[in-house]
């Protein structure tokens, strides 16, 4: 195994407002000054300017919703915790990594970082009362917080070198991938300014730049300038990056760490010219790569006078020794934009050298002339301005060093990755006609997200070159969170005017959604009965879908056992759709090849129901029948029913079925109630004439109804002999328990599957269908798991869906994602239309329903999607403001308390994740599920809405902690009142 790193994924937060890979170039490329310098609108971070600073929303701002971080939590963080959150989540979308793939694998988290400010606020004296102060600001927690969001069971380690940290993270991680010990490294670094120790202490050593600048490797080299922000890269070894079709910015050839030791004695904070040129050295040597061979090295070059010749000196003792006056080695320094970064710096130099070697282009130093003696003399050039990368004969290869105040000292080799040979551009599948449409899913966290990464989008998959690799990228390469939409089109102009429609809140006909995906969707599949076929059906997915193609021969096959081959449907075929005996076994045949396709997209079905004829391919789904019990039992079924089509039919009544039951008392008999769909739908049987003249009195009515054609009196008393043939032509029938849970549509209940023999079938055809019962029945049961049913209508053309809905809404109850004005029902094909379209756009929407379908992955490489779009809303906590204002407002101890009562059930319910009206007053706080960190958040939410320590403890109950917050804030305004009076 080549076991080289590639680092395929990067995300940036630095200082001008840059917040991608692509900004940091264009900031290098142009030669971009991003330092600060004092201002009047900059009072509150005067203290740490001229510097390389973050936009005031980087600290005010977080989308800590997506993280899970409660407010009370995130007000204690230590901002490089946030930084690193999302720059990781983002290296993961660069990458084409989609997070969830990650969860309970060994990847590993390698933070580097020398920021302290926030332990100092914390954990100062007369602070840090809790455990929340801790997590919110020791540097371990860096990583942790990481490794801890994305379910990482590698190490998560936080080092900590000083200015050279990150750049040591990187080699830990590079170590660990070479070894095997993980399979992904996701490396970062952080630093912050929050305080103005750092400045005060650096100022008064002389070591920070008067003027304000970095002047890197210049004779006017005066100090550095402090600055803040985060990098994140991830890296994978370079073979399994290319199996899995991930980019390669550029490879990490070798890494390496030393420290100065004693050097020459002349103290710690003195760098050492020979460690540095031994760690070289060593580095080269052990990557196999010639010094000579080096291109380019993107220095520490802090532009401190000594650091910076120290470092000349090592550079060009080794990688500069023997050059040609017209062959530099040439050496850059990032400080020069934006500042030294310090524990972030090894890292954002490194993602830096990875973009400049990606563009064949070396950035600019900014602020270096004059240049500092004897550069040339050591064949070392500063760039002041772009120039390409050099050509040499070999692949563009760079170095990049760090170096920390104590003595680590880190350096890794990158090089422009290898050609990929081995990986032959991918096959699509081909198919006669228009294009075939894709599926393209975008999701965010919340709908202002979704809407606004939808218009970073759209711009990008309008001019894509390949709208498969676009549509496989956002199927399998992200994560598909609360907020959904899809885009179902076959060319890039349509998918990009549909994420633009979507983007401006406009419905566009390609566009699915959006949706609020439930937390816990249940899935069911409904096969419909008779009259769901129409003449087309099956012929397009054939061609389309091999999955549906081999599913249907293998149906066929079964039924030929048992169907005479003159009324064998198949599609495209001579036999044709009509008679039950030709039309029944051609549905039964559809729906078992179409729910195998729904499998293969992931469905895996936790129900099954099915309508009269739909039971046989629910009861074969199920695992209740095997194919050939259950071509047999379509088979026998549709024979007699076509024997039994002369002696009535059916009529479809917009009625509930108390109602449709007093219209058949009316007529006096001799018409049954064959079906009852939904809340206001049945189906009645009987003779045709009996049927003409209800259909006629309840039109005159004004009531919906509709005869129904080439149908028989199935579910009545006209065909009780019928039903009792079958129950003989099905012995042997041999039903198992089943796999998946079936709702019998005979008995309106769960169905016991080895019951589901020769009589059960045989009663089946004579007792009345039972939709609704079973639907609502079913749906109830999900209610109570605190489930959401997302039902799929399995047939050729939707005929159950409005009854589904209708039932849905009915039954909706206070249940996260459950929509009473928008049920979850997705139906397939329909008549006359494109199937592979329909398809798709069945597909789209089972996924915006919370559904984890997706066509199986292909070999498309990942395609570079924009990022996310954060939600950086008001903290939460705000909502719940008034509470707090309400207790510290009450005018007698009676309402104090009652304020209080209310602020706690809001303030439990939000940190037990149930909604206030579900919290008992009675119970404890251990018994309502409330841990240890729970009641630590509590508090800390209480006593910042109240103005009041409050102490809590496992056995309180909610009236518990409500007296106490109203005495505690009556203690507070009493001690107060004296000292107003004065």
């Known amino acids: 195994m080549n076991r080289t790193a590639a680092i395929v994924g990067t995300a940036v937060r630095l200082p001008g407002g840059i917040t991608t890979p692509e900004a940091f170039w264009r900031a290098l490329e142009g030669g971009r000054d991003l330092i600060t310098d004092p201002a009047p609108h900059l009072a509150d971070r005067a203290h740490v300017l001229p510097g390389g600073i973050l936009d005031a929303a980087e600290f005010e701002g977080f989308d800590a919703a997506h993280f899970g971080i409660p407010d009370e939590e995130l007000a204690l963080m230590d901002p490089q915790q946030r930084w690193l959150a999302e720059t990781a989540d983002e290296a993961l979308q660069d990458a084409g990594i989609a997070p969830r793939t990650l969860r309970g694998s060994r990847t590993g988290v390698w933070i580097g970082s020398a920021g302290i400010d926030q332990v100092t606020i914390n954990m100062a004296p007369g602070a840090g009362g809790t455990l929340l102060d801790v997590i919110g600001s020791l540097p371990s927690i860096l990583a942790a917080r990481v490794a801890f969001h994305f379910d990482l069971r590698g190490p998560a380690i936080t080092v900590d070198t000083a200015c050279s940290s990150s750049l040591v993270a990187l080699d830990q991680a590079v170590t660990a991938l070479e070894s095997g010990a993980v399979d992904t ?40 300038v402090r600055a803040e922000g985060a990098g994140v890269v991830v890296l994978r070894r370079l073979e399994d990056a290319r199996a899995d079709g991930l980019r ?37 040597g052990r990557a196999g790569i010639d010094p000579a061979d080096v291109d380019y090295v993107q220095a520490h070059g802090t532009a401190t006078p000594e650091g910076d010749g120290v470092e000349a000196r090592a550079l060009g003792a080794v990688l500069g020794r023997g050059r040609a ?85 880190a350096h890794a080799v990158l090089q422009a990755p290898p050609p990929d040979t081995a990986r032959p551009t991918p096959a699509r599948p081909r198919r006669r006609g228009a294009a075939r449409p894709h599926v393209i899913p975008v999701s965010a966290g919340s709908r202002r997200s979704l809407t606004a990464t939808a218009g970073r989008w759209a711009p990008v998959v309008a001019s894509a070159a390949d709208l498969g690799a676009v549509a496989d990228t956002a199927t399998h390469r992200r994560d598909h969170l609360a907020e959904r939409a899809a885009v179902v089109a076959a060319d890039p102009a349509r998918a990009g005017a549909a994420l633009a429609a979507l983007a401006e809140g406009r419905a566009h006909p390609a566009l699915v959604g959006p949706h609020t995906a439930p937390e816990r969707p249940f899935a069911v599949l409904v096969f419909s009965g008779h ?36 009324r064998l ?24 090849a179409s729910a195998r396709l729904w499998r293969s997209w992931g469905v895996r079905p936790e129900a099954v129901v099915g309508h009269s004829l739909g039971e046989a391919a629910a009861a074969h789904v199920a ?138 079938w045989a009663r089946q055809l004579r007792a009345p269908v039972r939709l609704y019962p079973a639907v609502r029945a079913l749906a109830e049961g999900a209610a109570e798991r605190r489930r959401t049913p997302v039902l799929i209508e399995v047939a050729a053309r939707p005929v159950l869906a409005p009854s589904l809905m209708a039932t849905l809404a009915e039954a909706a109850p206070d249940v996260s994602g459950w929509d009473g004005d928008d049920p979850a029902v997705v139906t397939g094909t329909r008549a006359d239309g494109d199937e592979a379209a329909d398809m798709a756009r069945a597909l789209a929407e089972a996924g915006t329903r919370g559904l984890a379908v997706a066509r199986p992955r292909a070999a498309a490489p990942a395609v570079a999607l924009p990022l996310r779009v954060w939600d950086r809303p008001r903290a939460r906590g705000d909502e719940q403001a008034h509470l707090g204002h309400a207790v510290v407002a009450a005018s007698t101890p009676g309402e104090r308390y009652e304020a209080a009562l209310i602020l706690v059930r809001e303030l439990v319910g939000a940190v037990a994740g149930r909604a206030a009206t579900e919290i008992g007053a009675g119970e404890s706080l251990l018994d ?55």
């Open 531 to 566: 009259g769901a076929h129409w003449p087309g059906m099956g012929r397009d997915l054939v061609r389309t879908e091999p999955v549906f193609a081999d599913a249907l021969r293998e149906a066929l096959a079964a039924l030929a056992r048992h169907v005479p081959a003159e």
């Open 325 to 409: 006056p017209d062959d530099p080695l040439l050496v850059g320094s990032v400080k020069s934009n934006l500042g030294h970064t310090e524990g972030a710096a090894g890292l954002v130099s490194v993602i830096a050298t990875a973009l400049a070697i990606e563009h064949r282009r070396i950035p600019p130093v900014l602020h270096h002339a004059p240049a500092r003696r004897g550069l040339a003399r050591m064949g070392l050039e500063v760039p002041t301005e772009v120039r390409p990368w050099p050509e040499r004969g070999h692949p563009p290869t760079a170095g990049v060093s760090s170096f920390g105040i104590g003595g680590t000292n």
């Open 569 to 592: 449907w198949r599609p495209g075929g001579d036999v044709p759709l009509s008679g039950m005996d030709a039309v029944q076994p051609a549905v039964f045949a559809f729906q078992v």
């Open 248 to 284: 390669v910015r550029a490879v990490v050839r070798g890494t390496g760490v030393n420290a100065d030791g004693a050097g020459m004695a002349r103290g710690i904070f003195q760098p050492s010219t020979e460690a540095q040129a031994e760690l070289l050295r060593w580095v080269y």
């Open 185 to 224: 490294a996701v490396v970062g670094g952080g630093g912050i300014m929050l305080t103005d120790n750092g400045n005060r202490a650096f100022r008064a050593s002389g070591v920070l730049a008067p003027g304000g600048r970095c002047r890197p490797f210049s004779a006017d080299a005066e100090g550095f």
């Open 928 to 982: 309502l599920g409330l841990e240890s960190l729970d009641l630590l958040r509590l508090r800390a939410r209480a006593a910042r809405l109240s103005g009041t320590e409050v102490a809590v403890a496992p056995d309180d109950t909610l009236p518990d902690v409500a007296r106490t917050i109203a005495d505690a804030v009556a203690r507070r305004l009493a001690a107060a009142a004296p000292a107003a009076a004065h």
């Open 623 to 760: 695992g209740v029948l095997d194919l050939d019990d259950a071509a047999r039992l379509v088979a026998e079924r549709s024979r007699l029913l076509a024997e039994s089509a002369p002696l009535g039919g059916l009529l479809a009544v917009g009625l509930p079925a108390d109602r449709t039951a007093a219209e058949l008392d009316r007529e006096g008999g001799g018409l049954d109630l064959a079906a009852c769909n939904g809340p206001d739908s049945t189906v009645v049987a009987g003779p045709r004439p009996r049927l003409a003249a209800l259909y006629a009195r309840l039109k005159e009515a004004g009531v919906r109804a509709t005869l129904l054609a080439d149908d028989a009196p199935a579910h009545s008393s006209l065909i009780a002999d019928h039903a009792r043939r079958l129950g003989r032509a099905l012995e042997g029938l041999a039903p198992a328990p089943g796999e998946v849970a079936l709702w019998s549509t005979a008995t309106g209940e769960r169905a016991d599957g080895t019951a589901m023999g020769a009589d059960y």
